[in-house]
């Protein structure tokens, strides 16, 4: 279905080019749809048809490619008609007097929001920082699709290497002896950062302490009889390192005694800490996470 309204939109813009439909479809030639050309509605519009006069093989891999494909199959057929001047904005002039300068290479965003509204928050691009910088832009992560795209959807390689760009720090401690990867490969930012939209707790996908790893740490989930507060009050974090970490467990401090203790200076005397066998709480303290049995976590 999808297949055939492209063909149709292929075709439309084919005709210029006198067989251009053929090297796209690789089929027999396709008598001429009905559609009438697209009649320019704004001043300087030329249509996508004039475009590939001149810039066949643009043209033709844009269409072929996964954009103009999503386009030809969405509702409206002229679509892959009027993309190339959603993007580069009124050709008129250019094609008057063909230059470099007097046409749009890379669009504004606000080129792309033009087809895709801003409706449901997807492109609230609502990672605080995201949004008091300005930065990033669509086409810092996305490619238009001259061609296919490095990873999907339309982006310009898997979120761990796009993301890293500009959070070189953040990706290299996926690469320190304890992280969240598997083999050698980092987990997707993705898998607890939205990249734009539904961020409703701004940093992070889902709301709630600790509940963007509990997503897959469903074992931690309780709910406990004896929580252990800082799980319920502030999340993981207060522990554990999210990306990766030199210490065992993503734990935020080498040892797990040094972890306690940031938050209980004054332990009760029986902890006689210059006795080996107190230096491991979790000698006794075994339910660190919760406990249905001990309000002291001295079982699970
Ligand atoms: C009459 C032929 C002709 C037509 C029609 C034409 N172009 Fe061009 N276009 C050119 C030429 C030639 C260049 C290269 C100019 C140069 O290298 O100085 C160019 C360059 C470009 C560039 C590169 C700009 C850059 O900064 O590198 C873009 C993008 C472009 N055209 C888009 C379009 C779009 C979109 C349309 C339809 C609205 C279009 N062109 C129609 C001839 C044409
Ligand atoms: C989604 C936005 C988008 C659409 C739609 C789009 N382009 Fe582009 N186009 C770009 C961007 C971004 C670049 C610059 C790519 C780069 O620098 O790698 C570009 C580059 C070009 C260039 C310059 C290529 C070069 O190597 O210098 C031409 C010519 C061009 N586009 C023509 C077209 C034509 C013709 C269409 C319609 C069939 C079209 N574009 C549709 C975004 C778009
Ligand atoms: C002429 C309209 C139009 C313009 C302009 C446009 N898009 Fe799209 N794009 C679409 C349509 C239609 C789809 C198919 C999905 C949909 O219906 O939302 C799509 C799909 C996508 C997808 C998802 C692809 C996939 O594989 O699922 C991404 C990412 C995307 N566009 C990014 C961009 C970016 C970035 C720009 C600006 C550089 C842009 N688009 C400009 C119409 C457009
Ligand atoms: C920080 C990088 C980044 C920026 C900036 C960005 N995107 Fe995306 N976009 C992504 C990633 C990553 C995905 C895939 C999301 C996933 O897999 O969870 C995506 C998905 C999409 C999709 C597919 C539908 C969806 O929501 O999954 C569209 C359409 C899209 N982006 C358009 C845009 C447009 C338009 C802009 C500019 C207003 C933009 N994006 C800015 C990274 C980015
Ligand atoms: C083009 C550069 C760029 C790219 C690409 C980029 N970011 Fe950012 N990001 C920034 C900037 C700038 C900030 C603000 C930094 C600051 O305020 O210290 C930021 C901030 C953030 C924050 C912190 C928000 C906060 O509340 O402080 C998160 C989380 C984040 N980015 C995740 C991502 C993810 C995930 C990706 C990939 C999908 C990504 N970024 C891609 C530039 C980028
Ligand atoms: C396992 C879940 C998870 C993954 C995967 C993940 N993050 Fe995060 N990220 C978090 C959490 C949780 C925080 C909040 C940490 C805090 O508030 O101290 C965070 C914070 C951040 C921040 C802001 C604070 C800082 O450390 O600079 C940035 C930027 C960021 N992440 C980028 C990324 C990028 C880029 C990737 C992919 C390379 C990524 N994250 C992968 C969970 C994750
Ligand atoms: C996308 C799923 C996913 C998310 C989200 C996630 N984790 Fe993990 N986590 C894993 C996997 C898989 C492992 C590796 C388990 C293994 O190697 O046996 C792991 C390992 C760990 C480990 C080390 C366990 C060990 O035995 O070395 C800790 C600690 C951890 N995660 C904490 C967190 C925290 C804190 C968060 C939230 C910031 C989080 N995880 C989010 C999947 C996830
Ligand atoms: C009060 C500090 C603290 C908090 C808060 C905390 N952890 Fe832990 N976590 C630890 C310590 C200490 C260990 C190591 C236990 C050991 O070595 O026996 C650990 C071990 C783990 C492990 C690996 C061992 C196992 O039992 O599977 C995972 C996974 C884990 N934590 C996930 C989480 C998640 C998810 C959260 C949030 C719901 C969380 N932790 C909150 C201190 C904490
Ligand atoms: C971020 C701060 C923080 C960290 C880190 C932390 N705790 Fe706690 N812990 C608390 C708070 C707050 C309470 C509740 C205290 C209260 O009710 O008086 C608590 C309660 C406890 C209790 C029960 C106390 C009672 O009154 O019965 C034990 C036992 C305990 N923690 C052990 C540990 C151990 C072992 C570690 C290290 C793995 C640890 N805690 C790390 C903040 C922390
Ligand atoms: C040999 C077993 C053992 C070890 C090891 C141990 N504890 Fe305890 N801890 C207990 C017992 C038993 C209690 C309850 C009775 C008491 O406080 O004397 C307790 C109580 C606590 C309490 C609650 C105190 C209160 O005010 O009620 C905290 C907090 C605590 N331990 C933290 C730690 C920390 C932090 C470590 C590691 C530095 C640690 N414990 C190591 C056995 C141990």
Same mark, same amino acid.
């Given at each position: 279905?999808?297949?055939?309204?492209?063909?149709?939109?292929?075709?439309?813009?084919?005709?210029?080019?006198?067989?251009?439909?053929?090297?796209?479809?690789?089929?027999?030639?396709?008598?001429?749809?009905?559609?009438?050309?697209?009649?320019?509605?704004?001043?300087?519009?030329?249509?996508?048809?004039?475009?590939?006069?001149?810039?066949?093989?643009?043209?033709?891999?844009?269409?072929?490619?996964? +954009? %103009?494909? *999503?386009? #030809?199959?969405?509702?409206?057929?002229?679509? /892959?008609?009027?993309? &190339?001047?959603? $993007? =580069? !904005?009124?050709?008129?002039?250019?094609?008057?007097?063909?230059?470099?300068?007097?046409?749009?290479?890379?669009?504004?965003?606000?080129?792309?929001?033009?087809?895709?509204?801003?409706?449901?928050?997807?492109?609230?691009?609502?990672?605080?920082?995201?949004?008091?910088?300005?930065?990033?832009?669509?086409?810092?992560?996305?490619?238009?699709? +001259? %061609?296919? *795209?490095? #990873?999907?959807?339309?982006?310009?390689?898997? /979120?761990?290497?796009? &993301?890293?760009? $500009? =959070? !070189?720090?953040?990706?290299?401690?996926?690469?320190?002896?304890?992280?969240?990867?598997?083999?050698?490969?980092?987990?997707?930012?993705?898998?607890?950062?939205?990249?734009?939209?539904?961020?409703?707790?701004?940093?992070?996908?889902?709301?709630?302490?600790?509940?963007?790893?509990?997503?897959?740490?469903?074992?931690?989930?309780?709910?406990?009889?004896?929580?252990?507060?800082?799980?319920?009050?502030?999340?993981?974090?207060?522990?554990?390192?999210?990306?990766?970490?030199?210490?065992?467990?993503?734990?935020?401090?080498?040892?797990?005694?040094?972890?306690?203790?940031?938050?209980?200076?004054?332990?009760?005397?029986?902890?006689?800490?210059?006795?080996?066998?107190?230096?491991?709480?979790?000698?006794?303290?075994?339910?660190?996470?919760?406990?249905?049995?001990?309000?002291?976590?001295?079982?699970?």
């Amino acid at each position: 279905m999808a297949r055939e309204r492209f063909c149709i939109a292929a075709v439309t813009l084919g005709l210029a080019l006198g067989g251009l439909s053929l090297g796209l479809l690789g089929a027999d030639p396709v008598p001429a749809p009905v559609t009438a050309p697209v009649t320019p509605k704004t001043p300087g519009l030329v249509g996508g048809e004039t475009c590939a006069t001149c810039h066949e093989d643009m043209a033709k891999a844009f269409l072929a490619g996964p +954009h %103009g494909q *999503a386009m #030809a199959a969405a509702r409206s057929k002229t679509m /892959p008609d009027e993309a &190339c001047e959603r $993007c =580069h !904005g009124p050709g008129g002039t250019h094609v008057d007097d063909p230059q470099k300068t007097n046409i749009v290479r890379n669009p504004k965003d606000e080129a792309c929001l033009s087809c895709h509204s801003q409706a449901g928050g997807l492109m609230a691009l609502s990672l605080p920082g995201h949004d008091r910088t300005g930065v990033p832009k669509c086409l810092d992560c996305h490619v238009p699709g +001259h %061609g296919p *795209a490095p #990873a999907k959807p339309l982006l310009a390689g898997p /979120p761990s290497v796009v &993301c890293a760009k $500009c =959070h !070189g720090q953040v990706a290299v401690s996926f690469k320190m002896p304890y992280s969240h990867r598997k083999g050698d490969s980092p987990f997707e930012c993705t898998a607890c950062h939205a990249a734009h939209g539904n961020n409703r707790t701004g940093r992070l996908q889902q709301t709630g302490p600790g509940s963007v790893c509990l997503t897959c740490h469903t074992e931690m989930s309780g709910p406990y009889i004896y929580p252990h507060p800082p799980r319920s009050v502030s999340g993981c974090i207060e522990c554990h390192t999210p990306h990766g970490s030199m210490n065992p467990m993503m734990l935020t401090r080498p040892q797990v005694a040094q972890v306690c203790i940031e938050c209980h200076t004054a332990l009760t005397p029986r902890h006689n800490i210059s006795k080996p066998i107190y230096r491991n709480c979790q000698n006794c303290h075994i339910g660190i996470h919760g406990s249905n049995h001990s309000r002291r976590l001295l079982d699970e």
